[in-house]
Structures are given as C-alpha cells and as structure tokens.
C-alpha cells in the first residue's frame, strides 16, 4: 500500500455542500489528482477524469468520539487504491462529539508528495473560507500542470539534456560504502520489511536561531548545518568517515512550480566524508 494521508481539525460544523464545491474546484486545478492509470498492452496510460461539483467529499463515521473517529480514519487511510479505476484521491470527514470536524486527504502516491498534500489543504482552506464568506479565492490560476512537466522532463530526458549530471552525480558516488555499522540496539533482519518509523524532537529556539546564524555566516543553508552535524554523529557512532545519507527533495525548481501538484519529489543520496582532523 503505497498511501499518504493528512487529517486536519476544523473547529465547529462544516458546511458540507460547500466543502464539496470546493473539492470540485480543487480537483479542476490540479488534474493529476483526477488520473487514473490504465494498462495498455503492458504499458501505463494516463487517464483524465472531469472534474465534478458534487461528490467528492465522503462522510465515513456519525458523530463520535474522537478516539472512535481517528481509528476508522486511519482503516479507511490504509485502504488500497485501484489505479486503473480509481479515484486515487480521496477527502474523508466525520463530526467528533467536541463539536468539531477531522478531515483528511488520502490519496495514492502516484499521484501526489507530500509538498503536493500541503499545496491541496492549503487551497482547499482558502477555497472553502472564500466560499462561506462570499468572496472570490485569492489563488492565482496555475498556467503549467504536473503533466506538462513531466512532458517536458521526458522530453529533455531524450535529448540527453541530462547525461552530464547523471555523469556527475555517478561520479560522486562512485565506490561509496553501501552500508553503515552502526552499534544497533536490535538484530537486523534477513528481509527488509520496509515497516519504518519517524522520530521527532524540537530544538529550543534559541538554539536554532544560533544555528541559521552559524549557516549565514558560512553562506550555508539550515538544512546542510543540520546535515554535517548529523554526519559527524554518524562518524562517531561508526568509525567510518565515508557515509551516504537519503534524503528527498520537493523538486519544484521555480516559484511558479511550487503551486504543481503531483508525484515530483526526488530522493536524493547525499555522500558525506568526515575526517578527524576536520574542523566544523
């Protein structure tokens, strides 16, 4: 099951028809989220839905608990989707007994990131909040969609447009270590299962406002000083000063990219060598 999904709170009672107008729209906007994808003859055809005004908004629980309503999110969440008849976007909702409202957008990651999951509520909130209050969305009408994109990769792809970064990305990773010994809590298993986890912390804010200063000031981003940071822990937890960390990247590489939404986030292996004679 290849799904990504994100629940929001909304204070109070929706106004479900317009929330359903609203989806409509959104799926007007951004056709990557009305495609399905058909076999032909063994290879992937793209297949476009037209969007709908009404229908799109799913009530899956009666008022409950919230406890209750997360429980059947999170079944209705995992559900696989069929790529070839659809839809591969999904907007769930149910009224908890707090007189409030959690909607969630699930859909199949073929068709969306998780840049792509913030782009749609925070339209869908604007779409909605110009709807009950009578006034017209400030969003601007996106002139390029993912499909054009993806066009336009494909076709660069062809005319070798990127052979001398594949070179230069082979290069940087020629003979890298494919694995790292890490002095690990647990056994590693024979099979990957793929069953991972997140961990999450925050950083005071003093403390990260030392550091954006410190990677200004070595006209660094926040993200590369988190990075070498993470590298030398890596280095002293291994012994080893040769190391590839995965990361991923939106890939929207202008600012009118950003608002696209669509499956375009690119994983990117980051090499890092770490020495002891190495100042910070």
């Known amino acids: 099951v290849y799904n990504i999904a994100h629940a929001v709170?909304?204070?109070g009672r929706i106004d479900e028809t317009a929330?359903?107008?609203?989806?409509?729209?959104?799926?007007?906007?951004?056709p990557a989220l009305r495609s399905t994808f058909a076999d032909v003859e063994g290879l992937p055809e793209v297949r476009l839905a037209p969007p709908r005004s009404y229908g799109n908004l799913e009530r899956i629980h009666e008022k409950a608990p919230e406890a209750e309503i997360v429980e059947v999110l999170d079944?209705?969440?995992?559900?696989?989707?069929?790529l070839e008849r659809g839809p591969l976007a999904r907007f769930l909702f149910a009224e908890t007994m707090q007189n409030e409202t959690i909607l969630c957008f699930?859909?199949?990651?073929?068709?969306?990131?998780?840049?792509?999951?913030?782009?749609?509520?925070?339209?869908?909130?604007?779409l909605y909040n110009a709807k009950v209050a009578g006034r017209s969305p400030?969003?601007?009408?996106?002139d390029t969609d993912y499909f054009d994109l993806a066009y336009r990769e494909n076709e660069a792809t062809r005319s070798g447009e990127f052979?001398?970064?594949?070179r230069r990305w082979r290069e940087l990773l020629a003979d890298a270590?494919?694995?790292?010994?890490?002095?690990?809590?647990?056994?590693?298993p024979g099979r990957r299962s793929w069953s991972g986890d997140k961990v999450y912390f925050e950083i005071p804010e003093a403390m990260g406002s030392l550091v954006k200063a410190f990677a200004a000031s070595r006209n660094a981003t926040e993200f590369m000083a988190f990075l070498a940071v993470f590298n030398v822990l890596l280095r002293v937890l291994s012994g080893q000063d040769d190391?590839?960390?995965?990361?991923?990247?939106?890939?929207?590489?202008?600012?009118?990219?950003?608002?696209?939404?669509?499956?375009?986030?690119?994983?990117?292996p980051i090499r890092g060598k770490v020495s002891s004679s190495d100042t910070f």
């Not at 052979?163 to 594949?166: L, N």
């Open 9 to 11: 709170r909304v204070a």
């Open 19 to 30: 929330l359903d107008q609203c989806i409509g729209e959104l799926l007007r906007r951004h």
């Open 106 to 126: 699930s859909c199949h990651h073929i068709v969306s990131d998780g840049w792509s999951m913030m782009v749609a509520l925070q339209e869908l909130s604007e």
């Open 138 to 142: 400030e969003l601007k009408e996106i």
């Open 243 to 268: 190391m590839v960390v995965g990361t991923v990247a939106a890939n929207r590489l202008s600012l009118e990219h950003e608002r696209v939404i669509g499956f375009m986030v690119n994983p990117l």
């Open 177 to 188: 270590p494919r694995k790292l010994t890490l002095p690990y809590d647990k056994v590693m």
């Open 163 to 166: 052979d001398e970064s594949i």
């Open 75 to 82: 079944r209705e969440q995992r559900k696989r989707f069929d």
